[in-house]
């Protein structure tokens, strides 16, 4: 069913690619195949340019030969024009895949004489369609017509008929016309031309231009709708639309490291999201670039690409200052990982600006896009152009997986808190870099403002500017609040000088405890050689008083036997005199 | 001579003509006719006329600049004259030419 859908679709309208970049995607696919289609616009806005291209690109990417009809420049001034977008226009008429035809007509060398027609034209047109089998026409610009020759009727009921064959030869078909008064062109070509019409446009304001290119009209078929602003540079036109304005891209559950350990630490340990944007505000000169390209240094470090937009400083004036805090960009760009962009912001307007941002990044997809400052494409527009601007640089970013940091610059009596591009709401992650006075010391102080989807630390935190890069250092709070700066370096000292006579402390206590273990075990030796001599002195007592009560019953015995007693009776008394004896000492 | 040709053309010398039509159109036949009837009259054995047509010859309409049709382009004497349309406007075309009524009388007296 929607298969035959689509078949019926492919039928009514078929389209042919201009080739050109983003045309294709506003335009739904091309111009209308086999028919005409209009490019309009003042003097210098890049028609005849647009034209070539459809017929260059239809010539050597898709097989379909043109025919160059020029009214005002010379087949070598045209040549010599696309030579610098890297087209050999040689080369191709020589494969016949294309023709270029100059058509000359001076009124000052014609008289008219009676009736005519533009039959020689038609002749001349089909000749060349016929000879390279041309499926692109581009007629730049028919209106050469209306001034070569007299009668305007004759001329306007000739155009008609032109397109008319044209349709009938099935070439598609693009012609130029001169923006006019109140009409799309000078002489109402649009009235001959249903079925496409695109504008061009060259605009000037606050002293600075921007293209734009917007399809008027697209029988058929849908359309973006908008101005879209269009570059033209050493690759010829390019546009740059973003379409998308839907939420839905897929949110990473990856980290990132930021290449600062301890900022990750306060990020829940591992770092940004990864296709997350992260704003970076503060004021001047509070470290907002280099926080930015130790970011940079990380990213390029993982072997990930970082492109970087600069706003303010050229790359190797960059490259030089970070270098003071040890990091080394330019082993990056060497290896084609780090990328500068680096422009004015004032050289271009907003949409400009945003369109080469695009195309930088499209052109060299990197991981991670920073951009410093957002605040200055502020200049280039007011405050919800801006916002909108940025919004869709975002979405962009955040459709392709781009890790997003931005800084900006808080200027003056605003809060630290306040962004002045107020795009707050719109960034995922929000770190403030903050002047932290105290003691007549001007100190850098990190905090996160929000980081959605993380735990996140709520401490303000100095950071210094080492060699080594970024640190973050230790959280000291004094009676007055967070110390910082020399009042936290003489904190630390005073720490540490605590910490060593505490040292001390304990070793002290250790010595004159060991020097008690000695004393003490030196008078349980001392108390065990006198209890150990007494000892001796007591079984030599016990010893004697023995042998004595022994004699002393041998002598009884002895008295006893020689007298003839009761033997039995006088033993046992002397026994226990001599016990008591005993028990007594 | 550049001079001389370019203020008043040398009757004595032959005029070449190109006549530039498409098939045989109306205009086409009348464009012949006209130029044809002129020549006679008044550039009689005095001039060489080529009637393209450019429906067999395509190569023709880029080499002379062919836009409109009929155009006759004089390619000798010089300066190099072109006209459009179908040439019924015999005095512009006299004129063009640079051939008056004053100048037929005068070629007479030479």
Known sequence: ???????????????????????????????????????????????????????????????????????????????????ALGFDLTNLVARKQLRLDYVRIDRSELEETGEYDLEGLFVRLGHAIDSIKAKRVVLDTIEG?????PSQAIVRAEIRRLFRWLKERKVTVIMTGERGEGMLTRYGLEEYVSDCVITLDHRVMDQVTTR?????????????????????????????????????????????????????????????????????????GTGKTSVAATFADATCRRGEKCLYFSFEESPSQIMRNMESIGLKLDQWEKKGRLQFHTVRAFYYGLEMHLAQMIKAISEFEPDVVIVDPISGLESTGNTLEVKAAIMRLMDFLK????????????????????????????????????????????NRGLHVLKSRGMANSNQVREFILSDNGVQLKDVYIGPNGMLTGSARVAEESRDRAQQVSRHEDVERQQ??????????????????????????????????????????????????????????????????????????? | MKSHNL???????????????????????????NIKTICETYLKDRHTLIVIDLYSDKFGAEADQIVVTPTLV???????????GDLSDTARVLSTLGIGHSQTVSSHET
Not at chain 1, 12 to 17: E, M, V
């Open chain 1, 1 to 83: 069913m929607k298969k035959s859908k689509a078949k019926i679709q492919m039928k009514a309208l078929q389209k042919s690619s201009t080739g050109i970049r983003g045309l294709d995607e506003i335009t739904g696919g091309g111009l209308p195949t086999g028919r005409p289609t209009l490019i309009c616009g003042g003097t210098g806005c890049g028609k005849t340019l647009l034209a070539m291209e459809f017929l260059l690109h239809g010539a050597s990417e898709f097989g379909e030969p043109g025919v160059f009809m020029a009214f005002e420049e010379t087949a070598e001034e045209l040549t010599q024009n696309v030579m």
């Open chain 1, 145 to 149: 017509l209306f001034a070569g020759l």
């Open chain 1, 212 to 284: 734009r290119m917007r399809i008027v009209k697209y029988r058929g078929t849908t359309h973006g709708t908008n101005e879209y602003p269009f570059l033209i540079d050493q690759d010829g036109i390019s546009v740059w639309p973003i379409t998308s304005v839907q939420l839905r891209h897929e949110a990473s559950r990856e980290r990132i490291p930021s290449g600062i350990a301890r900022l990750d630490a306060m990020l829940g340990g591992q770092g940004y999201y990864r296709g997350n944007s992260i704003l970076m505000s503060g004021t001047a």
């Open chain 1, 399 to 442: 459709m392709k997986g781009i890790t997003a940091l931005l800084t900006d610059l808080t200027v003056g009596s605003n809060a630290p808190e306040t962004s002045n591009s107020d795009v707050t709401s719109l960034v995922d992650t929000w770190l403030v870099l903050r002047d932290l006075e105290l003691n007549g010391e001007r």
């Open chain 1, 511 to 585: 010595l004159a405890l060991e020097r008690k273990r000695t004393a003490i075990e030196a008078q349980i030796m001392a108390l065990r050689a006198e209890f150990c001599a007494e000892e001796a002195t007591t079984l030599r007592i016990i010893n004697q008083e023995q042998q004595h009560k022994e004699s002393l019953v041998f002598a009884e015995e002895e008295m006893g036997r020689s007298r003839q007693h009761d033997a039995v009776k006088q033993v046992e008394g002397v026994a226990h005199k001599i016990g008591m004896k005993v028990r007594n000492q």
């Open chain 2, 7 to 33: 203020t008043s053309p040398d009757i004595g010398q032959p005029q070449v003509f190109r006549l530039y039509v498409t098939g045989s159109t109306p205009q086409s036949s009348r464009a012949i006719n």
């Open chain 2, 74 to 84: 004089r390619h000798s004497p010089l300066p190099k004259r072109r006209m459009i």
